[in-house]
């Protein structure tokens, strides 16, 4: 069985003390084990790192970018095995995990920009003879610790940049999948990245609190559930670092009753099941405006959801794959009983499919539920897997509210033809990513990604121009070559 360590100081580290299996979630098959990292293994990677910062920190940025330009390339060469890697652990389909790398890579080519996003900001003649300038320094040894439903996008959403920036990095990725993300990080040092720069750790919570807990680390960048988000964001920031911390959502679509329905459903199909419903902006609750909205809705998606497939990764036919865990999938099962059990009707069952060849599979088959209302479990919590559920209302400003009362406010979506309603949508709701007839509004590399309310902990969102004050800190230069001319006396009050 292939076993799965760390890369530390660029080397191959195996850690032996503790393990943990990893499964193909297709076929329930532990195919592999993963090291988890000690506290002195991750103190190792931390040295390694301290110990890169000088070097790394004065290398020019377009040094800095030229190595991400080659691990870009490095990155399209071996598209292919990546996805493989994802499929196999993950168990998205490959044509979604090569999305997935596809909008990694994007972070890869806005981190090339570093010369450019590094440059600063400067004032000539502030006072006579007098110029300022800021420049943007990095922090020193930053961390990541990301989940396992991206694990090839979410870490580049951050160790691209925070590198390019002059930090060196720790990431810590999901040990529930982690061979695509160390052989991205293996990729990154053939492209010439120096040793040390970029370590992996994998690990559990004894790998993170090491993170969180060491004096040497700056900044930490997490993305996962709201609970470890919100610990993660407590314990670091009494630790005294900076930190952003990206938690879960329950993210709603608005469906008007001008809406163009046959588009609403196609653009719900994808959005709710693609990756089995495992992303932090699935569209998980579709909310009907007034009752021939909903039973349009209903009826459409209940029809549509006849031609979808469930499957392995391999087979691009399919439309999505199985949860994670077997656990996950309890789980999912559960709100869907709850969901029924608590009056609200299940009129597409995803519970137990068939999926031949895969009898030991982690499947759920997309399932939507009708009639549910805020109070229910179901509703209230991120189920995290191919599930739809409908609520109903009268109003678009009902619709508004049952939204802002949620507590996450990742994204969030309407479908209209309604310009003025789209607007006044886009201006009032109380969530951090809006989309108008776009059912997942994840921006682009080049703006920044982030949640409000219970999605995400923090100030600055992740990647893009947030990502880059991030992972650098402001210093403001004032400076003033003294002449005959300038030269001043003695002064008391403050310089004006
Ligand atoms: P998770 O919170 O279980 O794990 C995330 C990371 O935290 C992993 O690296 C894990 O090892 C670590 N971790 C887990 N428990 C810990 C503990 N007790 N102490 C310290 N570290 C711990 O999340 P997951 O199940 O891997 O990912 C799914 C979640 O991530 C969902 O809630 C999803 O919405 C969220 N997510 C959010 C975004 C976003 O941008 N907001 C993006 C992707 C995923």
């Known amino acids: 069985m292939t076993t799965i360590g760390h890369l530390i100081n660029g080397e191959m580290v195996t850690d032996g003390s ?126 990541g610790i990301t989940p396992f439903n991206f694990p090839a996008m979410v870490p580049m959403w951050m160790f691209p940049l925070a590198i390019v920036c002059g930090n060196t990095f720790i990431l810590k990725p999901s040990e529930r999948d982690p061979s695509s993300t160390l052989y991205i990080a293996q990729l990154l040092k053939q492209a010439g990245l120096p040793d040390g720069v970029l370590n992996v750790v994998n690990g559990d919570k004894e790998a993170v609190d090491t993170l969180l807990t060491d004096p040497r680390i700056k900044a930490v960048s997490f993305v996962g559930s709201t609970p470890i988000a919100e610990y993660i964001y407590a314990t670091a920031n009494a630790n005294g670092k900076r930190c952003q911390a990206l938690g879960g959502a329950k993210n709603h679509a608005i469906v008007m009753p ?58 691009a036919s399919n439309d999505f794959g199985p949860v994670i865990t077997c656990q996950h999938k309890d789980k999912v099962n559960g709100y869907i009983n709850s969901a029924e059990q ?21 499947f759920v088959g997309a399932t939507l539920i009708d009639g549910v209302t805020a109070e229910m479990d179901s509703y209230k919590a991120e189920i995290f897997g191919p599930v739809l559920q409908v609520v109903r209302v009268k109003t678009m400003q009902e619709a508004m509210q049952l939204i802002d009362d949620h507590e996450y406010g990742n994204g969030t979506c309407i479908f209209t033809r309604d310009g003025e309603a789209a607007r006044y949508f886009s201006d009032n709701i109380q969530v951090g990513m809006v989309g108008i007839n776009v059912p997942l509004p994840v921006p682009v590399a080049y703006h920044s990604f982030g949640g409000w309310k219970r999605s995400l902990f923090g100030d600055l969102h992740a990647y893009g121009p947030d990502g880059v004050r991030f992972y650098t800190k402001r210093k403001t230069i004032t400076q003033r070559w003294p002449s005959s001319g300038v030269r001043e006396g003695v002064s008391f009050a403050f310089p004006s």
């Open 258 to 315: 001008d809406a163009d329905m046959d588009n609403a459903v196609n653009q719900l199909l994808g959005a709710a099941f693609g990756s089995s419903g495992e992303r932090c902006m699935a569209l998980s609750v579709a909310v009907a405006v007034g009752d021939e909205a909903g039973d349009a809705l209903v009826t459409k998606m209940q029809n549509a959801m006849q031609g979808l497939s469930v499957g392995a990764y391999d087979n």
């Open 18 to 143: 503790r393990s943990q299996d990893v499964f193909n979630p297709a076929t329930g098959q532990a195919e592999k084990q993963v090291l988890l990292a000690s506290k002195q293994t991750v103190e190792q990677a931390i040295a390694s790192a301290q110990a890169a910062f000088p070097a790394w920190r004065n290398t020019p940025p377009i040094k800095r970018a030229r190595v991400m330009f080659r691990f870009k390339e490095l990155l399209e060469e071996h598209a292919d095995h990546i996805c493989k890697l994802i499929g196999q652990e993950h168990g998205k389909i490959s044509h979604d995990a090569a999305g997935e790398l596809q909008r990694g890579i994007e972070n890869v080519e806005f981190a090339c920009g570093a010369p450019q996003l590094l440059k600063g900001e400067h004032s000539r003649n502030v006072g006579p003879g007098i110029d300022s300038w800021s420049e943007f320094q990095p922090l020193g040894v930053v961390a």
């Open 342 to 362: 608590q009056g609200a009707s299940i009129v597409v069952d995803g519970r137990n499919p068939k999926v031949d060849g895969y009898d030991n599979g982690y």
